[in-house]
């Protein structure tokens, strides 16, 4: 088997994976308010993070976490992971998967204003179509945009600073450390939403306390199989495969939650996904960093 295959293999599981981390996030979210559910969420991950880092002999804490560039990337986290999960409470998951797709053109948009990487015409292009699908998502119109529709989009604009700022983060983190930051964002993203939420939060049942902690689980065993993703191969090649994720998504949805998407839907999910595709390919074309692989985190040797 070539490392491109594995490499695209260990992808499509991650994507897999995230896929059935939103459903188990969404479906504990019908006996547990959002809040709650975020922050069990993120004790959760943060403790199996906890336990992975200290079994590969690295400190649990380490100053690098206190980096400006790891501050900005915290608070982009807690951004994404805010707005994602009222997203995810409160929005269709067909929805919240197919606007989330658009960050990696969001990261295109923000290494062209912000990093100063050359941007073509074709790429501006892309990424104008691409905008246009999430436009046909939300659809606009004399009532307004649905405020739930509007989570996924801030959410997804979360995410995509983050991986914009994940760049560069101190190369003495290793990428395995970089879970303990993150999903404390996700507990900090639960007490926010906690602290706007009317009243006393009612404690989880046996069902939704069972859901939360396999969601924890799935999303670091899903984080875990995007880290060996994108260092097996070559990245152009295995990046596209980020976009399985929408298709999980959308059968999952169909069968858990019963959701119909319309034809206006499945269009705006198509230029999402063509124009990201695209700017993918475009990017190698053209050798832009965007495709070229991470700084390298030092990682103890087994």
């Known amino acids: 088997m070539t490392d491109n295959l594995r490499g695209s293999l260990f992808m499509v599981a991650a994507m897999l994976g995230f896929a059935i981390e939103d459903t188990l996030f969404k479906a504990a979210t019908a006996g547990v308010s959002a809040g709650l559910g975020t922050l069990i969420f993120g004790i959760t991950g943060l403790a199996l993070y906890a336990a992975l880092v200290r079994r590969s002999g690295l400190p649990v804490w380490t ?53 100063g990487e050359a941007v073509g015409a074709r790429r501006w292009t892309a990424m104008a179509v691409g905008f ?52 404390a964002t996700v507990t900090v993203a639960g007490l926010v939403i906690l602290a ?18 396999a969601t924890g689980v799935t ?23 980020r976009y399985s994720r929408l298709l999980f998504a959308l059968i999952l949805a169909y069968i858990i939650f019963g959701e119909r998407p319309d034809a206006l839907m499945f269009a705006g999910a198509a230029l999402i ?27 103890p040797r087994p």
Do not use: N
């Open 63 to 115: 100053r690098g976490y206190l980096a400006p560039t790891m501050l900005v990337r915290s608070g982009f986290e807690v951004m994404g992971r805010l707005f994602y999960a009222l997203a995810l409470a409160f929005a269709p998951l067909s929805v919240t998967s197919a606007i989330l797709q658009a960050a990696p053109l969001v990261v295109t948009l923000g290494a062209a204003l912000v990093l």
């Open 132 to 183: 246009a699908g999430v436009l046909l998502i939300l659809r606009p119109g004399a009532d307004g945009i649905e405020v739930s529709a509007l989570f996924a989009v801030l959410g997804m604009i979360g995410f995509a600073c983050r991986d914009l700022a994940t760049r560069a983060s101190p190369p003495e983190i290793s990428t395995s450390q970089l879970g303990i930051p993150g999903f």
């Open 196 to 213: 706007f939420e009317p009243g006393l939060p009612s404690a989880p049942d046996a069902r939704a306390l069972a859901l939360l902690l």
């Open 219 to 241: 999303g670091v065993t899903a984080y875990s199989a995007l880290t060996r993703a994108m260092r097996t191969g070559e990245v152009s090649v295995v990046a596209p495969f």
């Open 273 to 299: 996904v063509g124009s990201g595709l695209y700017t993918l390919w475009r990017s190698g074309q053209v050798g832009s960093p965007a495709l070229s692989p991470a700084p390298s985190h030092k990682e």
